[in-house]
């Protein structure tokens, strides 16, 4: 049975790589695995059962059942904090750009020069994601592109700069990607550690591609100005941006002050956004104030994508319990015997399958008891499984945004950025590994 639910788990691997090719939803796959494995562990024959118990997992082969039960409330208890928090972000977000909130930032750029132009997106676009997510900032970033750079083949480059920049900037802030955010809410990382360790690699990860491409490009953007907003800049935006980035600043600091999950303190921030967007618009009626409302918030945040994380984590969840992703450790670990390799890797595979069940199989692959909070071999699979979906434009969300929002073809992408990515990638590693 164990070989069947690996099985299982490897077959919906690929169908979530090439959700794309085969026209079906990964979040659809995510779920059918997730609930699959567990139920195939439920129907497990007596000779697994048997092995569970020589192994030490099972006391008995009459505890089966409530080994499952139990086991299965402990996961929903570690992936409901993930959830939560990646609810109360995306909503936080959605809020600020009802208001136009972004529009103070975006409304500053304004030079026409392609060089700088490419040095002032790519920056803005790390440090954005840093606080907010790649994904939100990817689609921010694109639709400020299409104001100031007509030419699609010039946009094109320019996006894909975006992609590396976004994956960047969220690799070494704890709520600037999922997988280190997944990271942090587990423990193996604490967030003024993973700042420090991995802030200087994302910089060369980035400004590596950048140095490259500047001698490729010159020139000015002529015969183009920028087109006015189809909607006039909400008045309340840039309170809403001060007050909605205050929020998720300071997660981290109430994580350290109180020691709750950080998903405690992003649905304190929520309802103190929440209460303040109360009291804003006064004089508009109940159908107009819903777009600027936590509501209407919430009823815009991608929810396929939530329900795509906790269908992944409960497939990983159930291979964990039985300990085969621990043995799959200890295989590699006799293979190829350097972490450090293992998890370079690692980073290389999140540009093919999706990083999200990469980093939550090998937070469970590797035990905290071996490996406590902040030890390398988590920096390090921070950086590696956040940068290296650049990789390809499928490696990572921002990758997809991207390649629907300007119809970007895979094999373009390709010939024109995975150079520059992957320069970018090994620069980043090496410059960590330096430093350690």
């Given at each position: 049975?164990?070989?069947?639910?690996?099985?299982?788990?490897?077959?919906?691997?690929l169908?979530?790589?090439f959700?794309?090719?085969?026209?079906?939803?990964?979040?659809?796959?995510?779920?059918?695995?997730?609930t699959l494995?567990w139920?195939?562990l439920a129907?497990?024959?007596?000779?697994m059962?048997n092995?569970?118990?020589?192994e030490g997992?099972?006391t008995?082969?009459?505890?089966?059942?409530?080994?499952?039960?139990?086991?299965?409330?402990?996961?929903?208890?570690?992936?409901?904090?993930?959830?939560?928090?990646?609810?109360?972000?995306?909503?936080?977000?959605?809020?600020?750009?009802?208001?136009?909130?972004?529009?103070f930032?975006?409304?500053?750029?304004?030079?026409?020069?392609?060089?700088?132009?490419?040095w002032?997106?790519s920056?803005?676009?790390?440090?954005?994601?840093?606080?907010?997510?790649?994904?939100?900032t990817t689609?921010?970033m694109v639709s400020?592109?299409?104001?100031?750079?007509?030419?699609?083949?010039?946009?094109?480059?320019?996006?894909?700069?975006?992609?590396?920049?976004?994956?960047?900037?969220?690799?070494?802030?704890?709520i600037?990607?999922?997988?280190t955010?997944?990271?942090?809410?587990?423990g193996?990382?604490?967030?003024g550690s993973?700042i420090?360790?991995l802030?200087?690699?994302?910089?060369v990860?980035?400004?590596?591609?950048?140095i490259?491409?500047?001698?490729r490009l010159k020139g000015?953007?002529?015969?183009?100005?920028?087109?006015?907003?189809?909607?006039p800049?909400h008045?309340?935006?840039?309170?809403m941006?001060?007050?909605?980035?205050?929020?998720?600043?300071?997660v981290?600091?109430?994580k350290?002050?109180t020691h709750?999950?950080?998903f405690?303190g992003?649905?304190l921030g929520?309802?103190?956004?929440?209460i303040f967007?109360?009291?804003?618009n006064?004089?508009l009626d109940?159908?107009?104030?819903?777009?600027?409302?936590?509501?209407?918030?919430?009823?815009r945040?991608?929810?396929?994508?939530?329900l795509?994380?906790?269908?992944?984590?409960l497939a990983?969840?159930?291979?964990?319990?039985?300990q085969l992703?621990?043995?799959?450790?200890h295989?590699l670990?006799?293979?190829?015997?350097?972490q450090?390799?293992?998890?370079t890797?690692?980073?290389?595979?999140?540009?093919?399958?999706?990083?999200?069940?990469?980093?939550s199989?090998?937070?469970a692959?590797?035990?905290?008891?071996?490996?406590?909070?902040?030890?390398?071999?988590?920096?390090?699979l921070?950086?590696?499984?956040?940068?290296g979906?650049?990789?390809?434009i499928i490696?990572s969300?921002?990758?997809?945004?991207?390649?629907?929002?300007e119809?970007i073809?895979?094999?373009?992408?390709?010939?024109?950025i995975?150079?520059?990515?992957?320069?970018g990638?090994?620069s980043?590693?090496?410059c960590?590994l330096?430093?350690?």
């Amino acid at each position: 049975m164990e070989s069947v639910i690996v099985s299982v788990f490897i077959v919906g691997y690929l169908l979530i790589a090439f959700e794309h090719p085969i026209r079906i939803n990964k979040t659809a796959t995510a779920l059918l695995t997730g609930t699959l494995c567990w139920a195939l562990l439920a129907l497990a024959p007596g000779d697994m059962i048997n092995g569970l118990v020589t192994e030490g997992i099972l006391t008995s082969p009459d505890g089966m059942a409530a080994f499952l039960n139990g086991t299965l409330s402990h996961q929903l208890a570690n992936i409901s904090g993930i959830l939560f928090f990646l609810i109360g972000a995306m909503t936080i977000v959605e809020l600020i750009d009802a208001h136009d909130g972004f529009h103070f930032i975006t409304a500053r750029i304004k030079t026409k020069d392609v060089r700088q132009l490419l040095w002032i997106i790519s920056w803005v676009t790390f440090f954005l994601s840093a606080v907010l997510d790649n994904l939100t900032t990817t689609i921010v970033m694109v639709s400020l592109l299409r104001t100031v750079v007509p030419y699609r083949d010039l946009r094109m480059l320019f996006t894909g700069i975006i992609i590396i920049a976004a994956n960047a900037g969220g690799a070494w802030s704890p709520i600037g990607d999922v997988t280190t955010t997944m990271l942090w809410i587990g423990g193996q990382v604490s967030s003024g550690s993973i700042i420090q360790s991995l802030f200087l690699p994302s910089v060369v990860c980035l400004v590596v591609p950048l140095i490259f491409l500047s001698f490729r490009l010159k020139g000015k953007i002529e015969g183009f100005e920028k087109e006015a907003p189809k909607q006039p800049m909400h008045k309340s935006g840039n309170t809403m941006l001060a007050v909605g980035m205050a929020a998720l600043i300071c997660v981290p600091v109430f994580k350290t002050v109180t020691h709750l999950p950080p998903f405690m303190g992003i649905l304190l921030g929520l309802g103190v956004l929440w209460i303040f967007s109360e009291f804003l618009n006064p004089t508009l009626d109940d159908a107009e104030r819903t777009r600027y409302s936590v509501a209407g918030a919430l009823s815009r945040i991608d929810i396929p994508s939530v329900l795509f994380f906790f269908g992944i984590l409960l497939a990983v969840g159930a291979l964990e319990s039985i300990q085969l992703l621990e043995h799959f450790a200890h295989n590699l670990d006799d293979l190829i015997g350097d972490q450090r390799v293992i998890i370079t890797l690692i980073g290389i595979g999140s540009a093919i399958v999706d990083n999200v069940p990469l980093v939550s199989a090998s937070m469970a692959m590797y035990s905290m008891e071996s490996f406590p909070m902040d030890t390398m071999i988590w920096h390090y699979l921070a950086y590696c499984a956040g940068t290296g979906g650049s990789l390809l434009i499928i490696g990572s969300a921002a990758g997809v945004a991207a390649m629907g929002m300007e119809k970007i073809d895979f094999f373009w992408f390709l010939r024109n950025i995975s150079f520059l990515a992957l320069l970018g990638y090994g620069s980043g590693a090496i410059c960590y590994l330096l430093m350690q």
